[in-house]
Antibody, heavy 122, light 108 residues
Framework: EVQLVESGGGLVQPGGSLRLSCVASGFSLNSYAMSWVRQAPGKGLEWVSGISGSGEITSYADSVKGLFVISRDTSKNTLFLQMNSLRVQDTAVYYC???????????????WGQGTPVTVFS | EIVLTQAPATLSAFPGESVTLSCRASQSVGSDLAWYQQKPGQAPRLLIYAAAARATGFPPRFSGSGSGTDFTLTIRGLQSEDFAVYYCQQYNKWPPSNFGQGTKVEIK
């Protein structure tokens, strides 16, 4: 069964950092691109970042460029999102999602993890 | 950046009714459009991809159509488990991969 399980969310003050993890099972991260998508409280979905199946190509939304870093550990089949200089507006549930293909971008997302909440408060 | 506009924001319907949700793109996305269903406290779940292909696990009462800039999601004979928020997503122009703001289907 294909499954994604996120962890690492929590409470943090503005300017702080968090590292989110997403453990994938039932498939290899070498075979699919992966993305992080977030959802602010009561709001819609916003794509945040993605990484190709090769791990060589990464991309970021303008809203997080230079602040967040996506990476992976294929030996642990785990995806990461390092979030630095966090702002109140980064408060959201963060989902990892598998893209439809190995190539990054131009894909739908399936499946999604259950999400991990991040709250940035002053 | 492509903007997706979903209408209506909220749709109230009785169980058993058929409803149509709209997603309009600010420029053509071909057939590169997906729909997701999200229930309260749950992650989104892929429902439709390539504008009209139904994802695994969803019954035939769900159907998607459209191309270019205008897309629709139709649910025929609403069941209690269908009351949720539905989002469209375009993946024709990237980055970013945008989503619409969602349509909430609620019980009348």
């Amino acid at each position: 069964e294909v499954q994604l399980v996120e962890s690492g969310g929590g409470l943090v003050q503005p300017g702080g950092s968090l590292r989110l993890s997403c453990v994938a099972s039932g498939f290899s991260l070498n075979s699919y691109a992966m993305s992080w998508v977030r959802q602010a409280p009561g709001k819609g979905l916003e794509w945040v970042s993605g990484i190709s199946g090769s791990g060589e190509i990464t991309s970021y939304a303008d809203s997080v460029k230079g602040l967040f870093v996506i990476s992976r550990d294929t030996s642990k089949n785990t995806l990461f999102l390092q979030m630095n200089s966090l702002r109140v507006q980064d408060t959201a549930v963060y989902y990892c999602a598998r893209e439809a293909r190995w190539e990054l971008g131009y894909n739908w997302f399936d499946p999604w993890g259950q999400g991990t909440p991040v709250t940035v408060f002053s | 950046e492509i903007v997706l506009t979903q209408a209506p924001a909220t749709l109230s319907a009785f169980p058993g009714e058929s409803v149509t949700l709209s997603c309009r793109a600010s420029q053509s996305v071909g057939s590169d459009l997906a729909w997701y269903q999200q229930k309260p406290g749950q992650a989104p779940r892929l429902l439709i991809y390539a504008a009209a292909a139904r994802a695994t696990g969803f019954p035939p009462r769900f159907s998607g159509s459209g191309s270019g800039t205008d897309f629709t999601l139709t649910i025929r004979g609403l069941q209690s488990e269908d009351f949720a928020v539905y989002y469209c997503q375009q993946y024709n122009k990237w980055p970013p991969s945008n989503f619409g703001q969602g349509t909430k289907v609620e019980i009348k």
